[in-house]
């Protein structure tokens, strides 16, 4: 008898705070579906993964007494787990010796497990590289900024010092230094003067990456949930907090709704061939001459606050990809407008 994907399981991975997950598994629960969601800091605690070919084949997930069959997921949401935590009686050497084994084992048992993945760990780890984003970029076609990339200070010097226009710092990581004992801290994209002259040498410490400041008309926030993709529209020149870069406010001013023209949907569709995603969350300028300019892709950006601003339905659209299991397949797009 054939099992159709919406009487297997779903698979969650994701830390125990996660207030993006929770409106999607109500609606999978909803809907009947067989949910597990579990973080990876449970393992080895009361996390255990199994693989076996003796006496048969087993591949198993297992968390207090609930029991995961890898061979029969519908799909897995890769969301936004945290680190093994093993025990503290080890010693360092035990603990780092672990952890590789861990990931070794644990990574070859998921990139194995054949269903619907959003996204795939992997997958990920390869698409969060920038540098690689924007050479795939330009190589679909898309306009992207001018960018510089190094640890050597003499190149800042030489690019701030040679340019009339305006320059911008930005992280590649998203910018959030955890200091001990305070809240994390972020870094925002922004706009480098000559006071970087004087302090060029911090480059060396790490590689930095600099960037043509873009002249806006407006900026795009896509998110990419499979075939089905919610173009917002953020008027990020309508406040001088958000001007450089959007973050800067927790309540952002929306522009109208704008579907995507079809050459730049074309182009993306391409660039996340290339990089393997099902899900993605990707940043657009528009400039004042209607050009959209191509920033970054994130694997796992958020989401659920355009839900809450515009009543998109994402943890719908989240299910229904789920539920309808792999593997999937790119096809023609749905834009959703607000």
Same mark, same amino acid.
């Given at each position: 008898?054939?099992?159709?994907?919406?009487d297997?399981?779903? +698979?969650?991975?994701?830390?125990?705070?996660?207030?993006?997950?929770?409106?999607?598994?109500?609606?999978?629960?909803?809907? $009947?579906a067989?949910?597990?969601r579990?973080?990876?800091?449970?393992?080895p605690?009361?996390?255990?993964?199994?693989t076996?070919?003796?006496?048969?084949? %087993? %591949?198993?997930?297992?968390?207090?007494?609930?029991?995961?069959?890898?061979?029969?997921?519908s799909?897995v949401?890769?969301?936004?787990?945290?680190?093994?935590?093993?025990?503290e009686?080890?010693?360092?050497?035990?603990?780092?010796?672990a952890?590789?084994?861990? +990931?070794?084992g644990?990574? $070859?048992i !998921?990139?194995?497990t054949?269903? +619907?993945?959003?996204?795939?760990p992997?997958? @990920?780890?390869?698409?969060?590289?920038?540098?690689?984003?924007?050479q795939?970029?330009k190589q679909?076609?898309?306009?992207?900024?001018?960018t !510089?990339?190094?640890n050597?200070?003499? &190149?800042?010097?030489? !690019? =701030?010092?040679?340019?009339?226009?305006? =320059? =911008?710092?930005?992280a590649? #990581?998203?910018?959030?230094?955890?200091?001990?004992?305070?809240?994390?801290?972020?870094?925002? #994209?922004t706009?480098?003067?000559?006071?970087?002259l004087?302090?060029?040498d911090r480059?060396?410490? #790490?590689?930095?990456?600099f960037?043509?400041?873009?002249e806006k008309?407006?900026?795009?926030?896509?998110?990419?949930?499979?075939?089905?993709?919610f173009p917002?529209?953020?008027?990020?020149?309508?406040?001088? *907090?958000t001007s450089? @870069?959007w %973050?800067?406010?927790?309540?952002?001013p929306y522009?109208?709704?704008?579907?995507?023209?079809? &050459?730049v949907?074309?182009? *993306?569709?391409r660039?996340?061939?290339?990089?393997?995603?099902?899900y993605?969350?990707?940043?657009?300028i528009?400039t004042?001459?209607?050009e959209y300019?191509?920033?970054?892709?994130?694997p796992?950006?958020?989401f659920?606050?355009?839900?809450?601003?515009?009543?998109?339905?994402? @943890?719908e *659209?989240?299910?229904?990809? !789920?539920l309808?299991?792999?593997?999937?397949? %790119?096809?023609?797009? *749905?834009?959703?407008?607000?």
């Open positions: 008898m054939t099992t159709s994907p919406s297997r399981g779903i +698979l969650i991975f994701t830390q125990d705070f996660d207030p993006t997950v929770d409106p999607v598994v109500r609606t999978l629960t909803a809907r $009947g067989d949910i597990v579990v973080d990876l800091s449970y393992f605690q009361t996390l255990t993964f199994t076996s070919d003796f006496d048969g084949e %087993r %591949r198993r997930l297992l968390h207090r007494g609930r029991e995961v069959d890898l061979d029969r997921l799909g949401w890769y969301r936004r787990p945290t680190a093994f935590r093993f025990h009686q080890m010693s360092e050497a035990e603990q780092q010796f952890r590789n084994e861990a +990931l070794h644990i990574g $070859g !998921l990139r194995s054949d269903c +619907l993945w959003v996204n795939r992997d997958v @990920d780890a390869v698409a969060e590289l920038k540098p690689y984003q924007l795939l970029a679909v076609g898309m306009r992207v900024p001018r !510089l990339l190094t050597d200070p003499d &190149e800042v010097r030489a !690019l =701030v010092g040679a340019t009339d226009k305006p =320059v =911008v710092y930005k590649l #990581t998203g910018g959030v230094i955890h200091y001990p004992g305070a809240f994390p801290s972020g870094l925002y #994209t706009v480098v003067g000559e006071e970087v004087a302090n060029a480059v060396q410490h #790490t590689i930095c990456m960037q043509e400041y873009i008309a407006y900026e795009v926030r896509l998110t990419v949930v499979g075939n089905t993709w917002v529209v953020i008027d990020s020149q309508a406040l001088p *907090t450089v @870069d %973050r800067g406010e927790n309540h952002l522009g109208p709704y704008k579907p995507l023209p079809d &050459e949907v074309a182009k *993306t569709q660039l996340l061939d290339h990089l393997g995603l099902v993605a969350a990707i940043d657009f528009v004042p001459d209607g300019v191509f920033l970054e892709v994130n796992g950006g958020q659920m606050w355009l839900q809450h601003d515009l009543g998109l339905p994402m @943890d *659209t989240i299910a229904d990809l !789920l309808a299991g792999g593997p999937f397949r %790119r096809g023609e797009v *749905t834009q959703v407008g607000y």
